[in-house]
């Protein structure tokens, strides 16, 4: 562990230099079967590739897994809306776990309530692959909430804490919400906009990126959090 956080702080280092619109970023979001990171699953992935404040529409991934555990709550089905007879005949989350970390290879992560599905993403990849998943992480949310205290953002923004609130409030449209490639592809829009709100700040680094949005400089209440991932 000592290994990787060295490896992880000279990476950082490296990746800090770099103007943000050089920066490779990919925008996740996973369906879950619940939110109790020791009994829960993924079942399913959704992201998208961006080159600094550039969507690439063409650049996606999207991907559906039959979940390593039994139990599939009725709230996780009212929310997704994925019933357990749907994901019978998915693939085993292993070989999709690869695909996603051949596509977010060399980029930083980027997600509303990231560390929930980094959380998971992390157990799932050390369960399954028997890797460390130690990626760089920009919350939406937690960047969001930085940029009203700092006065770029209305002070009447401070209570949206969900999906479609900040996407709303940023005249972002959100629609079939709960799908995890389309609140990937919101979530890139919400980004989007932030990263452009973020010269208001003379922030133009990726280590000035990091050091008010990365979910290791600090995060929201995690009972907050966890409403807002599922509203």
Request: proline share 3%.
């Amino acid at each position: 562990m000592m290994i990787n956080f060295f490896k992880k702080k000279k990476e950082r280092n490296i990746i800090s230099q770099k103007n943000i619109g050089e920066m490779n970023f990919v925008v996740v979001d996973t369906e879950l079967t619940g939110l109790n990171e020791f009994r829960d699953n993924i079942i399913a992935i959704g992201a998208i590739k961006m080159k600094g404040k550039a969507i690439k529409i063409g650049e996606v991934f999207y991907r559906t897994v039959s979940p390593s555990t039994a139990k599939f709550r009725k709230e996780s089905i009212m929310i997704h809306e994925i019933t357990p007879s749907e994901l019978e005949n998915c693939p085993k989350i292993e070989p999709i776990l690869r695909e996603f970390l051949d596509f977010s290879k060399d980029s930083i992560l980027v997600g509303h309530c990231l560390d929930i599905d980094i959380s998971f993403l992390k157990k799932e990849i050390r369960n399954n692959l028997n890797l460390v998943f130690e990626p760089f992480g920009i919350d939406t949310l937690l960047l969001y909430k930085r940029l009203i205290k700092r006065g770029v953002l209305p002070e009447s923004f401070q209570y949206k804490n969900s999906l479609e609130e900040i996407a709303l409030s940023l005249d972002i449209e959100a629609k079939e919400l709960h799908d995890a490639l389309s609140d990937a592809f919101i979530t890139a829009q919400i980004f989007q906009k932030l990263l452009c709100y973020l010269v208001d700040l003379r922030i133009f680094t990726v280590g000035e990126l990091l050091s008010i949005g990365s979910i290791e400089e600090g995060t929201y209440d995690r009972v907050i959090k966890k409403e807002s991932y599922q509203l």
